[in-house]
């Protein structure tokens, strides 16, 4: 009687602990698929809003290129033009009493031709300052589940000490007065002379400066073009993972299920067993033998 009453509530726990498990392999598989679901569409989602920041991104890098190539060439210009000036006063200083109109007509009209584009120039530069800038702050951080957050940035600084507009005005402050000193200097050609040796040597070395300074900004193209190539190579790559993702998911769903599947099959046994000792056919069994 009393093996009866044990092989009853032996089969009793057997059988509620396979309902047990049962149950939670159902749960399991109805709250995992509805888990894998939800990840699968934020997962998707963030990557098309990754895809189409990087898009944005590539935009701007390209039409910050294209400014920064109108800025080279304007500066070019502009320490050409400079560096004509420079070489035109020496010219002049050995004829200076023949080319008294020259030097106090045309060379300040010159002049004041550069002083009149310095201010389209500095604010051309402080654009190229500001983008410059923008950049170098730029960075994406993609968060993703159960893992350490992504963060894309484009790994360089941009803090000159002395930014571009800046030096322009410190340029443009540099001629003021200038062409009005030319022309006040007509009837003094030994001031004249030494006057015109001190703005060649200050033409020459703003025309060096502004060739360096040209030359700093002719390096950052070829950054620049790297780092649109850089964010094209991610862009396509992240645009393949957002076409992987849903097979990726799908494979997932199907393992996952099929572990739960394999898992509420291992409790048939459990619940035959269990129902066979709750009802006593085991210990029947056994006593007939």
């Given at each position: 009687m009393n093996a009866k009453r044990v092989s009853r509530l032996m089969g009793s726990i057997w059988i509620i602990t396979s309902l047990l498990w049962a149950t939670l392999s159902v749960l399991g598989l109805i709250y995992g698929l509805r888990w894998l679901e939800n990840t699968h569409s934020g997962l998707e989602e963030n990557l098309g809003l990754v895809v189409d920041s990087l898009g944005s991104v590539e935009g701007i890098i390209v039409e910050t290129s294209n400014v920064i190539t109108a800025t080279y060439q304007s500066l070019q210009t502009v320490s050409t033009s400079t560096g004509d000036a420079s070489d035109t006063v020496t010219d002049m200083r050995p004829l200076i009493w023949k080319t008294t109109q020259v030097v106090t007509g045309d060379v300040p009209t010159a002049l004041d031709g550069v002083q009149d584009s310095m201010p389209s120039l500095i604010e051309t530069a402080k654009t190229v300052d500001q983008t410059l800038t923008w950049i170098a702050d730029f960075k994406i951080v993609i968060p993703i589940p159960f893992a350490p957050d992504y963060v894309f940035d484009f790994g360089f600084s941009y803090a000159p000490e002395i930014p571009l507009d800046q030096a322009l005005e410190v340029m443009s402050g540099n001629l003021e007065g200038v062409p009005d000193d030319?022309?006040?200097?007509?009837?003094?050609?030994?001031?004249?002379?030494?006057?015109?040796?001190?703005?060649?040597?200050?033409?020459?070395?703003?025309?060096?400066?502004?060739?360096?300074?040209?030359?700093?900004?002719?390096?950052?193209?070829?950054?620049?073009?790297?780092?649109?190539?850089?964010?094209?190579?991610?862009?396509?790559?992240?645009?393949?993972?957002?076409?992987?993702?849903?097979?990726?998911?799908?494979?997932?769903?199907?393992?996952?299920?099929?572990?739960?599947?394999?898992?509420?099959l291992t409790q048939i046994p459990s619940l035959y067993w269990g129902w066979v000792m709750m009802n006593g056919n085991l210990l029947s069994e056994q006593e007939k033998s």
């Open positions: 030319l022309r006040s200097m007509e009837s003094d050609l030994d001031t004249l002379d030494a006057n015109m040796s001190v703005i060649r040597d200050d033409l020459a070395q703003l025309s060096e400066n502004i060739t360096s300074l040209n030359e700093q900004i002719a390096a950052i193209n070829p950054r620049l073009d790297e780092f649109a190539q850089n964010i094209s190579a991610i862009e396509i790559s992240f645009s393949e993972m957002q076409e992987t993702l849903p097979n990726s998911f799908l494979t997932a769903k199907r393992i996952f299920s099929g572990i739960m599947g394999l898992l509420l």
